[in-house]
């Protein structure tokens, strides 16, 4: 390895090996080692054709040379393979598994595929949206949802994992978890019990430019899916794989690698070989790969608020990743957390409306309430709960109007007595829906409206030993970018696990760890500047000591080490609040100035 926190790794699609020289593998493993330093490539054995055993031999034998790991690796996707195929509208070209001639190439190439490697990835065509008239007659009276899941379920296990391991029972099969995790369901990713037969899985991390193409993913995800997916199969999770298509800046595509990295993977995948040989985007990532190894070795297991998105379920979609991108540390589980008093990160949970594919949701939540946990629910799961689980009720007084609240004026708590307001204005008016709580049932931390007429969107209920929470979040999730720094950093504070918030406007992300360490990472966009904000750190704090990235130079021509007082000097010590009933009710705040683009990070010395 190259690194010492990572594997570097790329894949090579068959077209390409089927029709690169050995001279110009030569000339592309030169350019890799020279600006990246490639640990491991997976050789594509089929994507719509197959590749030449003659050309696999080929590539393997001169990566050889270069000491790179190779793999194998297959795409599901397929050409007709008869007249009658013609007939079956499939997105991609993707298989479909009710033709008998297409499973049996499926069964061919997993069979190939074992008889030159001794691990291969599947990529992220393993679905199916075929609607054929063998698959409407095959799906029955079930529903899409329900036929997709066990249809691909089944293929998994007789088309590649069975036919693969009778050829070699020593190979080992990686399942590619697409970037649209919330659409799973509908196209027979099913995870939840494919990762009791797949040795391995893997996860897509390509975020690309959230504005300017189809998917509008939160550059978040980067990382939140990466964590998602620990939970799916701890120690198993293989690593992040993005691309560098759509991505109109530099920035845009490193911040993709920055984001997987931080969320500790085994190998970080950059798609694809051919995408990337003699690519400019290419160039600085050994240099930044060498800058995320140095500081990874300082950092401890990622920590942030639970998410719970159980399997097969889909709403509030992606609503970690847009409070991730405001500042938020997330970190999103498929299970729902036991209570535990002795761990911070396990006192505190948020449920989206994705909680609700849970049927026993609301029992999960009575019992971590009841024994002194922290529940926040969003107004998304609430609205939903209130008409699926009506005995939600029992938390709180919050109630849904089937209205919408337009706001521009905010009041969140005052940093002094925390019963006082501070009066803030957003930038444009933000839709809400319009959640109404009971006076004094119900406490409101921070309120939105115009005018006369304001309404809660944080509020809290004492429940048990615990508290029930209902964060009403803007009704386009984008728009939390347009809340004011006041109303974000007290949504930080509340949603906090770590002991650590940051007091700024939306742009930055904070990554938190189980080792009193953090850091920050500033996005680029359009607009973006430099940001000088406070990060507040619950007890006291004798200083932030800066983590070393090897990168000794910085802004100006100066050296980090003379920079490091305006990071690591506190500015002041107060009490969080007036009457507060944490065992450290004060807090340290220190000053941070930051780069779009840039990273740093930091150790908490008390």
Same mark, same amino acid.
């Given at each position: 390895m190259f690194y010492k926190n990572f594997k570097t790794v790329t894949y090579c699609v068959a077209g390409w090996v089927n029709r690169v020289t050995e001279e110009e593998v030569r000339k592309g493993a030169e350019f890799f080692q020279k600006y990246v330093k490639l640990d491991k490539i997976y050789l594509e054995t089929y994507r719509d054709e197959f590749a030449a055993r003659e050309k696999i031999e080929m590539i393997k034998r001169v990566m050889k040379d270069y000491g790179i790991e190779v793999s194998g690796g297959? =795409? =599901?996707v397929t050409p007709d393979l008869n007249e009658s195929d013609k007939k079956r509208q499939r997105l991609f070209n993707t298989f479909c598994y009710c033709n008998e001639p297409m499973r049996a190439r499926l069964k061919e190439v997993s069979e190939y595929t074992a008889s030159l490697f001794d691990e291969f990835i599947i990529d992220d065509f393993f679905f199916t949206q075929c609607m054929c008239e063998d698959c409407i007659?095959? &799906?029955?009276?079930? $529903?899409?949802?329900?036929?997709?899941?066990?249809?691909?379920?089944?293929? $998994?296990?007789? %088309?590649?994992?069975?036919?693969?391991?009778?050829?070699?029972? &020593?190979?080992?099969?990686?399942? &590619?978890?697409?970037? *649209?995790?919330?659409?799973?369901?509908?196209?027979?990713?099913?995870?939840?019990?494919?990762?009791?037969?797949?040795?391995?899985? /893997?996860?897509?991390?390509? =975020?690309?430019?959230?504005?300017?193409?189809?998917?509008? %993913?939160?550059? /978040? %995800?980067?990382?939140?899916?990466?964590?998602?997916?620990?939970?799916?199969?701890?120690?198993?999770?293989?690593?992040?794989?993005?691309?560098?298509?759509d991505c109109d800046r530099i920035d845009t595509y490193l911040e993709q690698a920055y984001l997987t990295a931080f969320a500790k993977p085994k190998e970080i995948m950059m798609f694809c070989w051919p995408a990337l040989a003699g690519n400019k985007r290419a160039t600085p990532l050994g240099f930044m790969y060498d800058r995320l190894d140095t500081v990874l070795s300082h950092l401890g297991e990622p920590r942030g608020l639970k998410v719970y998105i159980p399997f097969n379920s889909q709403g509030d979609d992606h609503i970690e990743d847009y409070l991730g991108m405001a500042g938020v540390p997330v970190e999103p589980v498929c299970d729902f957390p036991e209570f535990n008093a002795v761990d911070a990160a396990s006192r505190k949970v948020m449920v989206t409306a994705a909680s609700l594919e849970d049927a026993k949701i609301v029992e999960k939540l009575r019992h971590f309430v009841e024994a002194g946990g922290h529940a926040v629910a969003t107004s998304g799961f609430m609205i939903g709960a209130l008409q699926k689980f009506p005995e939600i009720a029992e938390f709180t007084s919050v109630r849904y109007t089937n209205r919408s609240l337009a706001a521009d004026e905010f009041h969140s708590p005052a940093k002094i007595v925390h019963f006082f307001?501070?009066? +803030?204005?957003? $930038?444009?008016?933000?839709?809400?829906?319009?959640?109404?709580?009971?006076?004094?049932?119900? *406490?409101?931390?921070?309120?939105?409206?115009?005018?006369? /007429?304001?309404? $809660?969107? %944080?509020?809290?209920?004492?429940?048990?030993?615990?508290?029930?929470?209902?964060?009403?979040?803007?009704?386009?999730?984008?728009?939390?970018?347009?809340?004011?720094?006041?109303?974000? =950093? #007290?949504?930080?504070?509340?949603?906090?696990?770590?002991?650590?918030?940051?007091?700024? #406007?939306?742009?930055?992300?904070?990554?938190? /760890?189980?080792?009193?360490?953090?850091?920050?990472?500033?996005? +680029?966009?359009?607009g973006c500047a430099p940001l000088e904000f406070t990060v507040h750190i619950k007890g006291k704090a004798e200083k932030l000591e800066f983590i070393p990235d090897g990168d000794d130079s910085n802004f100006w021509g100066l050296k980090m080490k003379e920079l490091k007082p305006l990071y690591t000097v506190p500015l002041y010590e107060r009490r969080s609040d007036i009457n507060a009933d944490e065992p450290e009710p004060c807090e340290t705040v220190f000053p941070v100035r930051i780069i779009p683009g840039d990273f740093v990070f930091f150790k908490i010395v008390r």
């Open positions: 297959i =795409t =599901t007659r095959e &799906k029955g009276n079930r $529903s899409w949802k329900e036929f997709r899941l066990a249809k691909m379920l089944e293929v $998994s296990e007789n %088309l590649i994992i069975k036919p693969a391991k009778k050829i070699n029972p &020593k190979i080992n099969i990686i399942i &590619k978890y697409p970037n *649209w995790r919330e659409s799973f369901q509908e196209t027979g990713y099913n995870p939840g019990q494919q990762r009791e037969i797949f040795d391995s899985i /893997y996860t897509g991390t390509e =975020t690309r430019h959230g504005a300017q193409q189809d998917q509008h %993913l939160p550059r /978040y %995800l980067s990382y939140s899916l990466m964590r998602y997916f620990e939970s799916v199969a701890p120690g198993r999770n293989g690593g992040g794989w993005f691309d560098p298509f307001k501070n009066y +803030t204005k957003s $930038s444009e008016p933000i839709e809400f829906p319009l959640l109404e709580h009971r006076n004094n049932a119900s *406490w409101s931390l921070v309120n939105a409206g115009h005018g006369e /007429y304001h309404e $809660s969107i %944080l509020c809290y209920d004492t429940y048990g030993k615990g508290r029930f929470t209902v964060l009403t979040l803007p009704e386009m999730p984008s728009k939390i970018y347009k809340l004011p720094a006041e109303i974000l =950093t #007290a949504i930080r504070k509340e949603l906090d696990v770590s002991g650590i918030w940051i007091d700024c #406007a939306d742009g930055v992300s904070l990554f938190t /760890y189980d080792n009193s360490t953090f850091g920050l990472y500033c996005y +680029t966009w359009d």
